[in-house]
């Protein structure tokens, strides 16, 4: 199994600061990351895929960087809105996994 | 608009089957693959399997000795039954749409394993 870890796993920051989430794989998995933002009570919402890709209707403030095993999501300027969890996810192998989550908080 | 619906108990007993159902509308599942993923308290996600545009099943080998997923595409639904269910079943289940990332999902509903 492909294992991804997510850090940290709870990041307190203030609107209108930046931050950088991590997912490091187990093994090299080229750009195959996708990542997700789940907020409370609701289902997981595609932000980029392939690592660096961007999906339609999604805010420009949402960007990913990285390949082989070190990914990063990247919050430009984080608003209210965006405090929740994020799931990176890779399809590099058949055998789908998920990291353990980064919970976005307000300090 | 691609929009995906959960439906099914919300409480089993141990030892009993699992059986829910994810009704699609607005594209069809002849096309792309179908997932279901779970989410257990704690915030863990896990990809259980999915079914392809041509009917064939892929599943997390951690439970495929309990696992099926099938269809009909007359309904342009497809299902999950999970056998044997345990307390470590409990979670909220998700079908979502893979197309190169789960771009499309269900609300989820909250499956509770208990005597």
């Known amino acids: 199994n492909i294992v991804l870890t997510q850090s940290p796993a709870t990041l307190s920051v203030t609107p209108g600061e930046s931050v950088s989430l991590s997912c490091r794989a187990s093994?090299?998995?080229?750009?195959?990351i996708h990542w997700y933002q789940q907020k409370s009570n609701e289902s997981p919402r595609l932000l980029i895929k392939?690592?660096?890709q961007s999906i339609s209707g999604i805010p420009s403030r949402f960007s990913g960087s990285g390949s082989g095993t070190d990914f990063t999501l990247s919050i430009n300027r984080v608003e209210s809105e965006d405090f929740s969890i994020y799931y990176c996810?890779?399809?590099?192998?058949?055998?789908?996994?998920f990291g353990s989550g980064t919970k976005l908080e307000i300090k | 608009e691609v929009q995906l619906q959960e439906s099914g108990p919300g409480l089993v007993k141990p030892s009993q089957s699992l059986s829910l159902t994810c009704s699609v509308t607005?594209?069809?599942?002849?096309?792309?693959?179908w997932g279901w993923i779970r989410k257990f308290p704690g915030n863990k996600m896990e990809w259980m399997g999915y079914?392809?545009?041509?009917?064939?099943?892929s599943y997390n080998p951690s439970l495929k000795s309990r696992i099926s997923i099938t269809r009909d595409t007359s309904k342009n639904q497809f299902f999950l039954q999970l056998n044997s269910v345990t307390t470590e079943d409990t979670a909220t289940y998700y079908c979502?749409?893979?197309?190169?990332?789960?771009?499309?999902w269900g609300q989820g509903v909250m499956v509770t394993v208990s005597s």
């Open positions: 392939y690592a660096s």
């Open positions: 996810q890779q399809s590099y192998s058949s055998l789908l996994t």
């Open positions: 979502a749409r893979w197309a190169k990332g789960f771009d499309y």
């Open positions: 093994q090299s998995i080229s750009t195959s």
């Open positions: 607005g594209y069809s599942i002849t096309s792309n693959y």
């Open positions: 079914i392809s545009y041509s009917g064939s099943t």
